[in-house]
């Protein structure tokens, strides 16, 4: 059933004609609009409490700082605003209103375009809130881009996001995919981008917000979303910006013994660069959306699986619907990377130097060769075995048509393409799909491809398909 789309300003009536929610607002660098939206719908008065706009960067700290760092537009300003406001929210009503009241908070912190427009405007937006009377409060944290290039017009964005945000928790909590899709309601994908929501408390502890990370990418909310290696949502910005990143990409279902030496020893590499510091450099096991579908749907839980088996292993995930690899590398610009490597095997490497992909740019392969390559970027190119003659094949080892050649040998010669040269060669043999074949057969042969890490998963959790019943002993 198509679901129906309110107006802006029917959802503010509707929120503020409800009895039974009530509480405050709060707003601070350039999101001053969402207040707006609720007083000139009417009847606001059944529903706000207070209402805050800290434009001074001043009140903006007496009220928010609590020591924290001087960032005003950040989730930890924006978690300081919700719990300041909330608990005092709380502690003057909470006993005076009606049993039957939900209190909530909402608190904004926002960055919009200068008048030089010489930034990014972008923001956290956030809902403290009681799902029902007399009960502790949950929590939906969400960080956005904002792509119009007036500030009057991000403001009014803000303003209908803000009410968006604000009627989806009392509506359409206990539906996530359409909590998101909501937020999006009479706006454009070219106006605003999600970048990546977070839902806690006692009511949503069945809530997993990885599945929320990749049914943003999904709805074409935002293009790409980051997991940590402990599982959580990270906004992008705050974990990419200034990196060393090196990026491997592949189905991951599951990863081998060969995915894992790709891990190994590209790093093993990007270790011996004199910019390479620990604390500075991370790695991200990266799936592309095309990777998750199944006739055309999400496998919802075989991608679940696959991430908790990667950060199981210590690796940081992220999901993004870049086909290209130059657009990955683009996407990657956007937060001043220091050094980025990209991981490819020679299957993929072959598919890179193949110009049908790059009908669609004016430019044709050159144009993304331009930018998969800028000067900050390399790739590492990992061998394949010849099963016939039993010899490794390098990049050199490809015969490429003789126009695109010697932009491989330019490339190999200014070292953007650096040869993986100390690949295991006994585990070559492995191919992901004979494995996943193998699990789905119950051929216990399966359990030698992959790391044992993985293999006991997969058994302990009854992943892709394996029938423990079936199954024989681990191969020796």
Known sequence: MEREILSTKSKALNINLDSTIYGTLAEIGGGQEVARAFFQAGGASGTIAKSISAYDKTFS???????????????????????HEYTELINLLGEKHDPDTRFFAFANTVETINFAKTNQGQGWLGVRFQMNEQRNANQVVIHVNLFETDNLLQQYTLGTLGVNLIWACFHCIDKPNTFLQSLMDNLDNDRIEVTMIRMSGPDLTWVDNKLLGVQLVKNGMTTATIFDRHGEVRQPSDMLYKKNVLAF???????TYVGFDMLKTSYAIFKSDPEYSRDSTLSLCEITLNNLMNEGEIDERDFLDRVNLLNGMGQNVMISNYREYYKLVTYFSCFKIKKLRIVIGIPTFRKVFDKQYYTGLKGGILEAFGRLFPANTKVYVYPELNEETGELVHSGDLKLPDDIAPL???????RKILEITKAKKEWLHIHPHEVLEKIHHNDPEWETMVPKYVSDAIKHKKLFGYMAEKSLPRSK
């Open 408 to 414: 491989y040998l330019y490339l190999k010669a200014n």
């Open 249 to 255: 990409r592949g189905f991951f279902r599951p990863i």
């Open 61 to 83: 700290d007496h009220l928010y700082n609590e020591g924290m760092p001087d960032r005003y537009v950040s989730e930890e300003r924006l978690q300081s605003m919700l719990n």
